[in-house]
């Protein structure tokens, strides 16, 4: 399980933001990751620092900083690319 703060940036007027924040309800309230609007202080600071706009976005801090990711999803399966290294999100549950 992964201890890395990660925030996600979006928007609620952003349809596929909203898809990633229901996918990820659960490890949102276990505090495994944190969601951040695009327009609160936080989001505008973090897109300046990224020179990025895009939404969904991830990043991942880096000692003081935040370090942007990539967002990869099959199904179920959400996993961010951050500098070469892979966090898993969320993994598809296993049929038993």
């Known amino acids: 399980m992964s201890t890395e703060?990660?925030?996600i940036l979006g928007?609620?007027?952003c349809e596929p933001c909203q898809k990633l924040h229901d996918a990820l309800k659960?490890?949102?309230g276990a505090g495994k990751v944190r969601f951040v609007g695009?327009?609160?202080e936080e989001g505008r600071a973090l897109i300046q620092d990224a020179d990025s706009a895009e939404i969904p976005t991830a990043f991942v801090r880096e000692?003081?900083?935040w370090g942007k990711?990539?967002?990869f999803r099959d199904?179920?399966?959400i996993i961010l690319s951050c500098a070469g290294k892979v966090i898993p999100l969320k993994e598809a549950e296993k049929d038993e």
Do not use: M
């Open 26 to 28: 659960q490890e949102e």
């Open 75 to 77: 199904g179920d399966t």
């Open 11 to 13: 928007d609620d007027d």
């Open 69 to 71: 990711c990539d967002i």
């Open 38 to 40: 695009v327009n609160s």
């Open 5 to 7: 703060e990660i925030l």
């Open 63 to 65: 000692g003081t900083r």
